[in-house]
T-cell receptor, first 112, second 118 residues
Framework: SQQGEEDPQALSIQEGENATMNCSYK?????LQWYRQNSGRGLVHLIL?????REKHSGRLRVTLDTSKKSSSLLITASRAADTASYFC????????????FGKGTTLSVSS | GAVVSQHPSRVICKSGTSVKIECRSL??????MFWYRQFPKQSLMLMAT?????????EQGVEKDKFLINHASLTLSTLTVTSAHPEDSSFYIC??????????????FGPGTRLLVL
């Protein structure tokens, strides 16, 4: 099953620009997480935001969460070529042992 | 930090054979592990939840007789793709929670296993 829907599906920007990706989900959640995946590689955990939080920062990353709209956004500021990757949101609803459910992802391409 | 390993990282097999993929939590115990599948240019789809000492819980549409999951210890879960076919070719990723840290939020992902069935 899939919970989140990211948009855009693909995003191409120049180095130094900001990149914004959005994620919408369907059910109530306990937290929402963002992951990065370089082509053909494993996942890298970026940031987690809880359902009672509205905004969170980590370095060049800024995540917002709007539970009333069931949506989240990931902003990467001053992007670099190394940020080129696929980005996924994943939601968690905590009953015992519940897995993360991933969105479809946004493919970000940052050109120098 | 917590580390999850997978073995093998890549495997090529002939159609009709079975392939076993291991997922290990290296420095923590995990009563629950998760198996995901990712097709090219797509997202991760949850296949099943692996519970130590009990039967796995499979997502709708995932054949439990084809994807055998065994979680025999607190540090190891295995996924066996039985009678593999070319359509089973995919990237298989496991994840685990560290039960002792009491952190229900953080999952640790393995590096993935790329399966190619010829």
């Amino acid at each position: 099953s899939q919970q989140g829907e990211e948009d855009p599906q693909a995003l191409s920007i120049q180095e130094g620009e900001n990149a914004t990706m959005n994620c919408s989900y369907k059910t109530s959640i306990n937290n929402l997480q963002w992951y990065r995946q370089n082509s053909g590689r494993g996942l890298v955990h970026l940031i987690l935001i809880r359902s009672n939080e509205r905004e969170k920062h980590s370095g060049r990353l800024r995540v917002t969460l709007d539970t009333s709209k069931k949506s989240s956004s990931l902003l990467i500021t001053a992007s670099r070529a190394a940020d080129t990757a696929s980005y996924f949101c994943a939601t968690a609803t905590y009953q015992a042992g519940t897995a993360l459910i991933f969105g479809k992802g946004t493919t970000l391409s940052v050109s120098s | 930090g917590a580390v999850v390993s997978q073995h093998p990282s890549r495997v090529i097999c002939k159609s009709g054979t079975s392939v076993k993929i291991e997922c290990r939590s290296l420095d923590f115990q995990a009563t629950t592990m998760f198996w995901y599948r990712q097709f090219p240019k797509q997202s991760l789809m949850l296949m099943a939840t692996s519970n130590e000492g009990s039967k796995a819980t499979y997502e709708q549409g995932v054949e439990k007789d084809k994807f055998l999951i065994n979680h025999a210890s607190l540090t190891l879960s295995t996924l066996t793709v039985t009678s593999a076919h070319p359509e089973d070719s995919s990237f298989y990723i496991c994840s685990a929670r560290d039960q002792k840290r009491g952190n229900q939020e953080t999952q640790y992902f393995g590096p993935g296993t790329r399966l190619l069935v010829l």
